[in-house]
């Protein structure tokens, strides 16, 4: 096996498959993988058949909900590029990742709910909005949220973040090896190419 994904230490100890139906996910790409198959085992054979779609995909659905809101927020900072202010949402859920409470989740939700229309960003507001699979915080809570919405969420956000790069699939990489390294217990940041990402987390 490829040591590129090895020790995904994070990653929950299930077949692949069960991961992805529990995020309401499917890869797009034919594999030839007993049911047992491991993430780590999936993702050599989608490398090795250039499906980096579908390896994000299922990076988005075998992260932790905190560590698959940072991935996002890291995305997000690639399409945002270098302004002197964040989003709002953006702002709010970097603040999540590194204290993850019900207050800053009810402002999230307020950020995402008066956003404008153009700004990408609200999905990572869903990752953390979603993360427990409900609808957010306050009666929310009590609420199911729409199955696999904080994965796809995720998975969107950096899908947004592949044209940022030199090219895609050099961007896609960076983004992958970004998950890998978050699943390994790092912080994922690496930038794309001609991109900076220096962002403090605890």
């Known amino acids: 096996m490829s040591k590129r994904f090895e020790d995904l230490k994070k990653v ?7 991961i992805l139906a529990v995020a309401n996910a499917k890869l797009r790409t034919p594999l030839n993988l007993p049911a047992s ?5 999936v993702m050599e054979v989608l490398e ?3 499906a980096f779609v579908d390896m994000l995909r299922l990076m988005g659905a075998a992260l932790p909900a905190r560590e698959r809101a940072w991935w996002a927020c890291l995305a997000a900072r690639d ?3 270098d302004v002197e202010k964040l989003p709002p949402t953006l702002e709010l859920c970097e603040a999540w990742v ?3 409470n019900e207050d800053l989740r009810a402002k999230i939700k307020d950020a995402n709910d008066t956003a404008d229309i153009d700004d990408e960003t609200t999905l990572c507001g869903l990752c953390v909005l979603y993360f427990n699979d409900t609808l957010g915080p306050g009666d929310l809570a009590k609420i199911n949220g729409p199955p696999g919405a904080t994965q796809a969420a995720a998975f969107g956000m ?4 592949l044209g940022q790069g030199d090219s895609i699939p050099e961007a896609a990489d960076v983004l992958i090896d970004r998950a890998v390294d978050i ?3 790092g912080n994922g940041q690496i ?6 990402v220096e962002v403090e987390i605890q």
């Open 12 to 18: 929950p100890k299930q077949p692949a498959v069960r």
């Open 37 to 41: 198959a491991s993430v780590s085992e």
């Open 48 to 50: 090795k058949a250039g």
């Open 79 to 81: 399409v945002v590029g």
């Open 98 to 100: 590194r204290k993850p």
């Open 158 to 161: 950096n899908v947004k973040a």
């Open 183 to 185: 699943a390994r217990g």
């Open 191 to 196: 930038p794309l190419p001609g991109k900076v």
